[in-house]
T-cell receptor, first 109, second 115 residues
Framework: GQNIDQPTEMTATEGAIVQINCTYQTSGFNGLFWYQQHAGEAPTFLSYNVLDGLEEKGRFSSFLSRSKGYSYLLLKELQMKDSASYLC??????????FGAGTTVTVRA | DTGVSQDPRHKITKRGQNVTFRCDPISEHNRLYWYRQTLGQGPEFLTY????????KSRLLSDRFSAERPKGSFSTLEIQRTEQGDSAMYLCASSLLEGGQETQYFGPGTRLLVL
């Protein structure tokens, strides 16, 4: 089975940086994904890591360490529209996704 | 819009009624997934298809739930004899499994409320 942990909530100020950590224990691994989900909406894909290291995509970066079962999502230059839930998901055997409960990020002015 | 679409977006039904949801994936995506999400939780895997073949059903999925993807394109998820515990957001996602990699793209979801 899969066990995925991430913090429940984080608050940060507009323009700041926030790092959301995710730890996982899985029986199979085919990549780690981060999704953004605004309230009442579907998750939207942000990033994918399958090899160790940092992947950068504009204001968002994601890091993976497979040996430690650890990933983080880094949000830079926070904007009000970044207030959302951020879901860490692991692709297991046959690529099915197992999700964490999500981290609600609140950006304050 | 060439994204994943779902219909209806909202459904209110009485306990004991049957409901059916539809998902239209991104064209040429060979995989289609159904997830269920309740408030404050991440999506939970229900079932998935590769083309028209249903490859796995979660143990979460009781016999009241059935899913089809008859021609390998759109899919339907039916819940028979609905219960209040079935109230949730039902999400569909599609992907193209290619070269040992895939990314799942989600539809807007169908929010079900069972009274």
């Amino acid at each position: 089975g899969q066990n995925i942990d991430q913090p429940t909530e984080m608050t940060a100020t507009e323009g700041a940086i926030v790092q959301i950590n995710c730890t996982y224990q899985t029986s199979g691994f085919n990549g780690l994904f981060w999704y953004q989900q605004h309230a009442g909406e579907a998750p939207t894909f942000l990033s994918y890591n399958v090899l160790d290291g940092l992947e950068e995509k504009g204001r968002f970066s994601s890091f993976l360490s497979r040996s430690k079962g650890y990933s983080y999502l880094l949000l830079k230059e926070l904007q009000m529209k970044d207030s959302a839930s951020y879901l860490c998901a692991v692709g297991g055997n046959d690529y099915k996704l197992s999700f964490g409960a999500g981290t609600t990020v609140t950006v304050r002015a | 819009d060439t994204g994943v679409s779902q219909d209806p977006r909202h459904k209110i039904t009485k306990r004991g009624q049957n409901v059916t949801f539809r998902c239209d994936p991104i064209s040429e995506h060979n995989r289609l997934y159904w997830y269920r999400q309740t408030l404050g939780q991440g999506p939970e895997f229900l079932t998935y298809f590769q083309n028209e073949a249903q490859l796995e059903k979660s143990r979460l999925l009781s016999d009241r739930f059935s899913a089809e993807r008859p021609k390998g394109s759109f899919s339907t998820l039916e819940i028979q004899r609905t219960e209040q515990g079935d109230s949730a957001m039902y999400l569909c996602a599609s992907s193209l499994l290619e070269g040992g990699q895939e990314t799942q793209y989600f539809g807007p979801g169908t929010r079900l409320l069972v009274l």
